[in-house]
């Protein structure tokens, strides 16, 4: 069966972490069946890894602040969390699932597809924001 995604549930729930009045900083897609739907929702990062667990396949919007001593300024990641105990047919099914989150999802500085706990670490994922973030006024403490 193709998997549909509920549009209007997940632009809501994207919304909510694009709103920098909101204190949601993170929001999961997961799947109810073949329909990706919004999942779990936080104000801390910590909360999002303990939903990536072994068994699960989900998509991540995260809300991060990024910047120097000069400005600071949100900036998005896009997740795809496929845990190590997720078979090999809905490891190959998320690729092509993703681009109905895209859909959705559609502005974020960088895309991550991660299946290693490690790459969920909150310094490695702004490290790498950073990179792809362009100019950093603050070199004299690097």
């Known amino acids: 069966m193709a998997t549909k995604i509920d549009k209007e549930a997940c632009r809501a729930a994207y919304n909510l972490v694009r709103d920098d009045s ?19 929702q936080g104000a801390e990062y910590q909360q999002f890894i303990q939903e990536c667990t072994d068994d699960v396949r989900l998509f991540a919007f995260v809300r991060f602040t990024t910047g120097d ?33 895209k859909e959705v999802v559609q502005n974020f500085a960088k895309e991550f597809v991660i299946s290693d706990r490690k790459e969920l670490e909150e310094d490695f994922i702004k490290s790498e924001l950073k990179k792809a973030g362009g100019a950093n006024y603050d070199a004299q403490t690097e």
Do not use: C, H
């Open 22 to 40: 909101s204190a949601v900083i993170w929001v999961t897609f997961k799947y109810d069946g073949s329909t990706i739907v919004p999942g779990e």
């Open 69 to 101: 001593a000069m400005s600071k300024r949100s900036k998005f990641a896009l997740i795809t969390w496929i845990g190590e105990n997720v078979s090999g047919l809905q490891r190959a099914k998320t690729g092509t699932d993703k681009t109905l989150v």
